[in-house]
Every structure is written in structure tokens, then in C-alpha cells.
């Protein structure tokens, strides 16, 4: 079972993780933006920031769905051991 802080650590990097995919979204949806400014913009550079949006959007994704169980499964297993507490008393 893995301690209290090592759960900080691994909650706070996801955190931080989907921190950096956000920004790195944002750089793209601009650089996406600039590229159909131009008059003659390179499509196929565009389709490869597609593609890479698309990706980090499902790592993204990935990311929350982990952490999501990950605190499910921790509230469900401290829900059990109070209630297995309660009856020991």
C-alpha cells in the first residue's frame, strides 16, 4: 500500500501533467491560427498540428481517467477500512 505522501506526489504530478498538456494545446490551437493566416498556408503542417492536438487531447484524457480511478478506488478502500473499523470496536 502505498503511503500518504508517494499519493500527494502522484495526484500533484498528474496535476502538473495535465497543466503542461493544456499549455501545449494552446500552442498549437495558435500555431494552427497563425499557419491558416497566412496567404498560402501549408495544409499538410496543419494536419500534423491536428494530429498532434488530437493525441494530447486523448493523453489528456488517459491522464484524468487514472487519476479519477486512482481516488475512487483510495475513497472506496478507506471507506471499507472505517467501516471494518467500526465493527472491530
Do not use: C, W, Y
Not at 503542461?20 to 491560427?33: F, G, M, T, V
Not at 495544409?43 to 493525441?55: D, E
Amino acid at each position: 500500500m502505498r503511503d500518504t505522501h508517494s499519493t500527494v506526489r502522484s495526484v500533484l504530478g498528474g496535476e502538473i501533467h495535465l497543466g503542461a498538456i493544456d499549455k501545449r494545446l494552446a500552442n498549437i490551437k495558435h500555431e494552427i491560427a497563425e499557419e491558416l493566416k497566412r496567404p498560402a498556408p501549408d495544409f499538410l503542417r496543419v494536419s500534423k498540428l491536428k494530429r498532434q492536438k488530437l493525441r494530447l487531447k486523448d493523453t489528456a484524457r488517459r491522464t484524468l481517467s487514472a487519476a479519477t480511478n486512482a481516488h475512487i478506488r483510495r475513497s472506496s478502500a478507506s471507506a471499507h477500512l472505517t467501516v471494518e473499523n467500526a465493527r472491530n470496536d
